[in-house]
């Protein structure tokens, strides 16, 4: 497993994010009675979040305006949980269910996707950096930095409900925690399953 770069100017913040989590999200707040105070919520970034489709790399700056709406909904962090894996469920569909069926096909564990995670993370962002590191036979310690969007709770709080599905598919039990910031642009779990 790689770990994050050490070296001065080696960490590239991330610039861009993938739009097809936050359209997702929109289905799920339709679908949860929370997308209409949601749009109101988006300000004057609303023609510019809601015309966006799927498949594209939006600039930072509007993927945080749509977190940072989400978060102003005020949602418990359960609630939040629930839908980034709800969202990270409907990525089932596409590049991830093809990762998952190769992995459940050969009897994989959650190693399968942790040691990957450097290699998921461009799929959703453009820079920054993500790292997993081995903390026992079915414990691992997942870190990401260099992203903005970790400074929004609602992000986290949905990130981590899309790593517990990630690892819940590939295990009977799993359990993700957060884990105590060090500093802004950086979200720290950990991971176990049994």
Sequence with gaps: MRGIPKRPGALVAATQFRST????????????????????LLGNRREEIL???????????????????????????????????????????GWLSTFMSLARGAGATPWVWVERA?????????????????????????????????DVPYFRNGFRGTIDLLGSLLSKKHYTRELPRRTTGEAIFRVQWV
């Design 118 to 150: 450097d290699r998921i993370w461009p799929r959703l962002m453009n820079g920054g950096y993500a790292a997993a590191f081995r903390l026992g036979p079915k414990e691992a310690r997942l870190e990401y930095v260099g992203c903005e969007l970790f």
């Design 51 to 93: 015309q966006c489709f799927a498949g594209t790399w939006l600039p930072m700056t509007t993927a945080r305006a749509h977190y940072e709406a989400c978060d102003a909904l005020r949602l418990s962090p359960s609630e939040q949980f629930a839908i980034g894996r709800a969202t990270a469920e409907h990525a089932r569909t």
């Design 21 to 40: 989590p936050i359209i997702t999200s929109q289905e799920i707040l339709r679908a949860n009675g929370h997308f209409h105070r949601y749009v109101e």
